[in-house]
């Protein structure tokens, strides 16, 4: 076994890893022992990268299969067509980007898809003096405080988890006739870890399937609390040049506000993940 450099990032979820080169990825056991950590851990941080984006992808190669981001924008020409930019920059008055400005609320990445992003890698470059902060919450750890009771009440329930690319601040519900939306499981499990995590968000999750309205409310606002207590937590400062990969079959994750006449860019890589169950 190789010594690598950690420190947990906080004591509900998430490690740095120090000393390791992003841009010339380790080979030998230490891309194994990476990407084990990164399990158990569910988010993983690595400072002071500054990849360009052929090296972003590779990076994001050490933990599963990098995909063409199912996106509202087209990349540029000479972009890498894995890497998809997260930004308020706008040019002829139009975003660069996705997710421009401000608040995000709690989510798990394209949950309203088939086969959700397994994992979400993004590469800080242009950073805001203030707010625009990450928010990971540990749905593991959120699933393993409910009682024995509730967990048996939310075994075979069913998900609507709908979006429409815009939304950051869900206020009403999605139009399903034009935006992709799909059932999943309420509590999945970890493919590769066995663990279960609730697996409902506040900004896509629309209703259990089979309860009444008011039903469906009440457990997803339970458990839509349960993610958002702040002992669950680990909140991102972010920095040129940060790494962080999440993964989101175990973590949900959120933005806070950020002023808008300051410049926030951030490029995303999204991994190819499996229906949920
Ligand atoms: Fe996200």
């Known amino acids: 076994m190789t010594a690598l450099?950690?420190?947990?990032?906080?004591?509900?979820?998430?490690i740095e890893v120090s000393g390791v080169d992003l841009s010339r990825p380790p080979g030998g056991e230490?891309?194994?022992?990476?990407?084990?950590?990164?399990?158990?851990?569910?988010?993983?941080?690595?400072?002071?990268?500054?990849?360009?984006?052929?090296?972003l992808v590779d990076a994001a190669r050490l933990?599963?299969?990098?995909?063409?981001?199912n996106s509202v924008t087209e990349p540029e020409d000479g972009r890498d067509p894995h890497v998809l930019l997260v930004s308020n920059i706008r040019e002829n008055g139009e975003p660069i980007g996705v997710l421009p400005?401000?608040?995000?609320?709690?989510?798990?990445?394209?949950a309203f898809l088939e086969e959700p992003l397994m994992a979400t890698m993004l590469h800080g470059d242009q950073?805001?003096?203030?707010?625009?902060e990450t928010l990971f919450a540990s749905a593991a750890k959120a699933y393993e405080t409910l009682t024995d009771d509730r967990k048996e009440r939310l075994r075979g329930l069913k998900a609507v988890n709908a979006y429409d690319y815009y939304t950051q601040v869900k206020t009403a519900a999605y139009d399903r006739t034009t935006g992709p939306f799909a059932v999943h499981p309420v509590v999945r499990t970890h493919p590769e870890t066995g663990r279960k995590a609730i697996y409902v968000n506040r900004l896509m999750t629309e209703e259990i399937v089979g309860q009444t309205a008011e039903e469906s409310?009440?457990?997803?606002?339970?458990?839509?609390e349960r993610l958002e207590d702040p002992g669950l937590r680990y909140t991102h400062v972010w920095r040129p040049g940060d790494v962080l990969i999440w993964d989101n079959r175990s973590v949900q994750h959120a933005r806070n506000d950020f002023p808008a006449e300051e410049t926030r860019l951030l490029r995303r890589v999204g991994l190819k993940g499996d229906r949920p169950y």
Do not use: C, Y
């Not at 933990?63 to 981001?69: D, Q, R, S, T």
């Open 30 to 55: 230490t891309a194994p022992e990476l990407r084990s950590l990164w399990l158990e851990h569910g988010v993983m941080l690595f400072r002071d990268q500054f990849l360009d984006d052929p090296r």
């Open 101 to 110: 400005d401000g608040e995000l609320q709690f989510h798990s990445d394209s």
């Open 63 to 69: 933990f599963g299969e990098p995909v063409k981001p």
């Open 217 to 224: 409310a009440t457990i997803l606002n339970d458990l839509f």
């Open 127 to 132: 950073i805001p003096s203030r707010g625009g």
């Open 5 to 14: 450099d950690t420190a947990p990032l906080s004591p509900a979820l998430g």
